[in-house]
């Protein structure tokens, strides 16, 4: 009897080593690939996803329409030239983990590249110069109210994002997820002027021809803004592919904002400066008031103005370039 049951034990024990066999060979080691797929969060596949579904359906028969475009024509160069800021990601993928001394100088960096930017509008708003400006208010003055609201919604969001420190944006709480809060925001705000300027042109007296022009423009200027933004997320332990999701969020009023500007052209056209305006003085705002201020804390004095001076002068050299081939 003891004998048997012995044999019954070993019987189980082989069975249950012939089982672990198969549960090993079941669970073969998975390949690279598929390991680096799972650690990506499925809301950012899902989104990348979207992003190529939309990319392939939105694709307007011909690309380029013979006479006036349409507002799906309208809305695919809009939507290219938001995903294109995506591409300002690319520069920092390897460079995640920085310390508090890198932090401030990628932050003053950023600061540097946003006050371009906002001199770039508010410019552009000043020298407004529109055959169907209906408007007998100047552009100046209507770029300077632009710039006054811009301050002071910028100041109302940071005192609003302040009294709620509970506030996460994925990982990240307290000041640090406020302020890619106001990051993300600023950089959205301004693409709205940008969106109604590629709206504008293609609904002009040029038509195609200048909206592909100005989309294009905007395509190529988007990648540094984008770099920016990348800039002030990726060192905050942001991902890669989160980051440059985040940098085409901020474009996206570009695509959404064209449509309308292009069906109801005359009615956006003499709002177009305040606008502009409006960006300029919320980008400049976070600029000075949160990059280059956290910069010169982490670095330097110094250092902060010696790389902002850097990439603001190097923005700026861009910026003409563009202009002067336009």
Known sequence: MVNEQKKGRANNGSNDGGNSGEVDE???????????????PKAEVTATILIALISYFTFPQPLH?????????????????????????????????????????TNSLAAGMMM?????????????????????????????VGIILGLLFINATKYFLDQHEEIKVGDLAG???????????????????????????????NGIELGVFISASLAVHNVPEGLAVAIALLPRKLSGIKTA?????????????????????????????????????????????????????????????????ISLGSMITLQIMMDSRS
């Open 26 to 40: 079941v669970r073969k080691p998975s390949s690279p690939m598929a390991v680096a797929l799972n650690r990506i």
């Open 116 to 144: 371009a930017a906002s001199y770039s509008l508010i410019l552009e708003g000043c020298t407004f110069n529109e055959p169907d400006d209906v408007s007998e208010i100047p552009s100046e003055f209507r770029t300077i």
């Open 175 to 205: 000041a640090d997820a406020r302020r890619i809060l106001i990051i993300i925001l600023v950089m959205t705000l301004h693409s709205f002027s940008e969106g109604v300027g590629i709206g504008v042109s293609f609904g002009g007296s």
């Open 65 to 105: 329409p013979v006479g006036r475009p349409t507002a799906l024509h309208v809305w695919y160069f809009g939507w290219i030239s938001a995903l294109s800021t995506g591409l300002g990601v690319l520069p920092l993928m390897f460079t995640h983990d920085l310390d508090s001394y890198w932090v401030g100088a």
């Open 245 to 309: 999701l985040w940098c085409v969020v901020t474009s996206l009023p570009q695509p959404l904002m064209a449509v309308p500007a292009f069906i109801f052209c005359h009615y956006f056209i003499p709002i177009l400066p305040v606008g502009l305006g409006f960006a300029g003085g919320a980008m400049a705002w976070v600029a000075l008031f949160e990059l280059l201020k956290e910069g010169i804390e982490d670095t330097n004095i110094l250092t902060a103005s010696v790389l902002s001076t």
